[in-house]
């Protein structure tokens, strides 16, 4: 089946020409010019990456990636006709996976479209190294991960720590390590692909929102270290994780006579 891009534009030229050249290359896309247009898009279809302008004319593009990281578990390529460094940074803590400026050449944004969803399309398979089954959950301190759907909880109670793709990669990297240190070139290649405009300090702003969300498990104890010009390294221990028991049964009463 191919993917599935919806690119959000409020230019109709732009979003047009997105299509053919995306549907050329193989893949399936829709064209939206607002962010109401692309929720109700998302409502009935659903999206393997979109393409989002952070300029629209009914909401901003920030606030439609923290919503669509809310809800809806997809990547994000954002457009900005801004190219500085704080704009790029804030569009990744938002949860962007990319950051492409304009103007900029088509086939740019095709190879950014492609590195993404190669990405995505590998989550389920262990970094070189993993020692782990990735049909099992670990825990470290208070949190449980789950390598096979990359999902990590709060062990108490299992709430949903909500971490995005690019956070969900970059832990399982870290936890790959099982303490020892992931350098800055090793995350690059296994959760950026390599991405030419990713920079240490994007990596950083990550490593923040990450850190962020394993606090709401273990608010006392900080999981990730920086290893200051080597890279980052667990510090707790990786363990399985206690397997559920199932749901007791009651047993059945008795039929009366």
Do not use: C
């Not at 393409?51 to 997809?74: F, K, N, S, T, Y």
């Amino acid at each position: 089946m191919k993917d599935h891009i919806v690119i959000v534009d409020d230019d109709q030229q732009v979003t047009s020409f997105l299509k053919r050249f995306f549907s050329k290359h193989g893949y399936r896309a829709t064209g939206v010019s607002t962010s109401a247009e692309l929720f109700e898009t998302l409502e009935h279809q659903a999206a393997d990456l979109v393409v989002l302008d952070l300029i629209l004319p009914d909401e901003d593009g920030l606030d439609v990636a923290r919503r669509l990281q809310q809800h809806w578990d997809v990547p994000i390529i954002m457009l900005s006709a801004r190219d500085e460094l704080y704009d790029r940074i804030i569009g990744l803590e938002v949860g962007a996976d990319d950051y492409v400026t304009k103007p900029y050449e088509p086939r740019e944004l095709l190879a950014r479209v492609r590195s993404v969803l190669r990405r995505v399309h590998r989550l389920g398979q262990a970094p070189g190294g993993m020692g782990m089954a990735d049909s099992q959950r670990y825990r470290f301190g208070a949190v449980e991960f789950d390598l096979a759907a990359l999902r990590a909880t709060r062990a108490e109670d299992g709430q949903n720590l909500e971490l995005t793709n690019t956070e969900a990669t970059l832990l399982k990297v870290i936890v790959a390590g099982q303490g020892e240190v992931v350098s800055r070139a090793e995350i690059l290649d296994q959760v950026y692909g390599n991405a030419a405009t990713i920079t240490d300090r994007a990596i950083d702003a990550h490593i923040v929102r990450l850190r962020r969300k394993l606090a709401l498990a273990s608010p006392d104890a900080d999981l990730i270290v920086t290893v200051h010009g080597a890279g980052y390294r667990l510090a707790a221990a990786v363990l399985p994780a206690p397997v559920k028991p199932a749901p007791r049964m009651e047993p059945s009463a008795a039929p009366r006579p």
